[in-house]
């Protein structure tokens, strides 16, 4: 059986990386394409990389017939992505990329993102795309709400260990590293190669980062009470990649063992030998998360690191890997290609 797959926003960075996926997936098909400002030309136009496939010109989403597609990515910024899915056929199933739909409570959407949320029909139905965690779920939904990129690095650190009461919940703190693609395609002068090569910054400083919102969402569920992380983005000059530190009260081969457990039937987390720890070069282009656990010499401190590519496993890996599940399609399917190395 092969469905037929439309991706709203396949001019930007994730939709690009949805295209390069699904063209060595053995049941999908692309039959549509939806772009904004790039509506009108060709995917190769945009991403001479993919000049080889055979693809559907880039649509206004108006002009998109959505009567034949069974899934629809929406790889759209939020707030757009709200009002573009409220208006899609209400049984067509859908994978969202963006943060409208994430946040379970209104009134958390309002604090993080600012603005009232538009769709709350579809927000109440929507599933929580975090796809190790919520897999049954995913299962059966219409909208599943993909995971920010650095929201998913945290959770996998972070959910099992919150889960088996292994560390001290009041002493979480979450350094990471987000490479320049995570903020999309569009022109934004911070982040011009003169402005952002050579050097590295925190941002969303004081744990204002609107991912808190998911982590205290998930963290503060798993535990039946409110946890709350003391988390820290940094802004890196590479293209590709998220390195997630935790650093944690606890003890670290327990932390290694309760990681180990959760993970161990998972295809794609990967849990190193304890002492070793992940590197964003060793997922890159890949759906694999690496996880690693070294002791601190002070007994009671550990540190966690996660790298995942925020392209794949943080954003379009993964909406392909619940996309999978909703059509009843192996979970790996186009997922189990190689990190590109070096
Ligand atoms: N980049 C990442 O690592 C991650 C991104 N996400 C989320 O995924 C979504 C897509 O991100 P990303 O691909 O990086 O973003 P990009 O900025 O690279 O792409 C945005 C896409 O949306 C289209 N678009 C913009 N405005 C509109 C509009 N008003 N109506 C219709 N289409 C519009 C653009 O079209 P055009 O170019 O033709 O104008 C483009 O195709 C975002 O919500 C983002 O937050 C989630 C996890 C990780
Ligand atoms: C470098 C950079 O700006 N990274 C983004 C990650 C974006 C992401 O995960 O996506 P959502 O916008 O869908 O939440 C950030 O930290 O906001």
């Known amino acids: 059986m092969t469905y037929s ?57 108006d002009q998109i017939d959505f009567a034949n597609i069974d899934l629809c990515f929406c790889a759209l910024p939020h707030k757009t992505s709200q009002s573009v899915i409220a208006a899609l056929p209400p049984d067509l199933k859908v994978v969202d990329l963006s943060a409208d739909f994430r946040l379970r409570d209104p009134d958390d959407y309002e604090k993080w993102y600012g603005n009232k949320h538009s769709a709350l029909t579809q927000q109440a139905e929507a599933v929580y795309g975090l796809t190790e965690f919520y897999r049954d779920d995913i299962k059966t939904a219409r909208l599943v709400a993909g995971t920010g990129c650095n929201a998913a690095t945290g959770q ?12 001290d919940l009041d002493n979480i703190i979450l350094d ?44 503060s569920q798993i535990a039946g009470r409110p946890v709350q992380v003391q988390f820290t983005p ?58 690693g656990v070294v002791a601190d010499r002070q007994p009671d401190r ?22 999978n599940l909703m059509l009843n399609i192996e979970e790996t399917e186009g997922l189990m290609m190689a990190p590109l190395f070096p």
């Open 5 to 61: 797959i439309a991706i709203l926003g396949a001019s930007g960075y994730t939709g690009a990386e949805l295209i390069r996926l699904i063209a060595g997936h053995s049941s999908l098909k692309i039959t549509a394409l939806g772009a904004f400002s790039k509506a009108g030309q060709s995917v190769a136009q945009v991403f001479p990389h993919l000049r080889h496939l055979d693809l559907p010109t880039l649509l206004q989403i």
């Open 156 to 167: 996998y650190m972070l959910r099992p260990l919150i889960a088996a009461g292994v560390i």
């Open 176 to 219: 990471l590293k987000c490479a320049v693609s995570g903020a999309g395609r569009s022109l934004k002068e911070n982040l011009l190669h003169a402005e952002l090569s050579e050097g590295y910054h925190a941002y969303a400083t004081g744990s204002t980062h609107r991912h808190l919102g998911e982590f205290d969402q998930e963290f």
């Open 234 to 291: 940094h802004l890196i000059p590479a293209n590709r990649g998220i390195l997630g530190t935790g650093y944690l009260r606890g003890d670290a081969a327990q932390i290694h063992d309760t990681l180990s457990q959760a993970y161990a039937n998972e295809p794609f987390v990967d849990v190193l030998p304890l002492g070793q720890t992940p590197s964003t070069r060793h997922v890159r282009g890949s759906n694999f998360c690496h996880i």
């Open 302 to 323: 550990a540190l966690v690191v996660a790298a995942l590519d925020n392209l794949t496993k943080g954003s379009s890996g993964q909406a392909l890997q619940n996309a």
